[in-house]
């Protein structure tokens, strides 16, 4: 009797597939941390990873203590649902020492483009501009107030040369 040979291409593909699968088993053993499943989906640790990180914000009644005349102005203008800390970034330190540690001052156009820079995915009715047209280089900050974007900042009144 003749005896069957296997051709090449499916010794090939038993060798892959057995390849596949080993490489799958051997990952999850070495490469899956033993945490994850815990809580579904997650790894478990990383609650304990966050938790050990420092505090970098520090909160809107952190604000509120020393800064009362800019929420209150912030409570009536188109703001007022945003964090301090989304504009000017994580405050801890600055609420831990004020005397040393300046809060950022919105003086880059990227601040205010995070948000409304024109895209097709936001509300029609939410403000969004083309900023080259709208205000090409200048800052927001220039023509609208932070808290208040919808006035326009005072103008400083320059003395007359004597």
């Known amino acids: 009797m003749q005896k069957l040979k296997m051709p090449p291409q499916i010794t090939r593909l038993a060798i ?4 596949i699968v080993v490489s799958y088993f051997g990952a999850r053993f070495f490469l899956v941390p033993k945490s994850f499943g815990k809580y579904g989906w997650y790894r478990a640790d990383t609650l304990k990873e966050y ?3 420092p505090i970098s914000y520090g909160g809107a009644k952190a604000c509120e203590e020393c800064h009362s005349d800019e929420v209150a102005a912030k409570a009536k203008g188109g703001h007022k649902l945003i964090s301090c800390e989304s ?3 994580p405050l801890s330190a600055h609420a831990a020492d004020p005397t040393t540690v300046s809060p950022g001052k ?3 156009l990227r601040f205010c483009v995070r ?3 024109s895209n097709m995915s936001l509300p029609e009715k939410f403000p969004q501009v083309k ?3 709208h205000a090409g280089k200048s800052n927001c900050v220039e ?6 974007p919808k006035e326009q900042p005072k103008k400083k009144e320059s003395k007359p040369a004597s």
Do not use: M, R
């Not at 892959?16 to 390849?19: I, P, S, T, W």
């Open 16 to 19: 892959v597939a057995v390849a």
């Open 51 to 53: 938790a050990a990180l």
């Open 87 to 89: 504009c000017h970034g």
């Open 106 to 108: 919105i003086t880059n």
């Open 115 to 117: 948000c409304h820079e």
């Open 131 to 133: 900023v080259e047209e």
């Open 143 to 148: 023509c609208h107030l932070g808290h208040q």
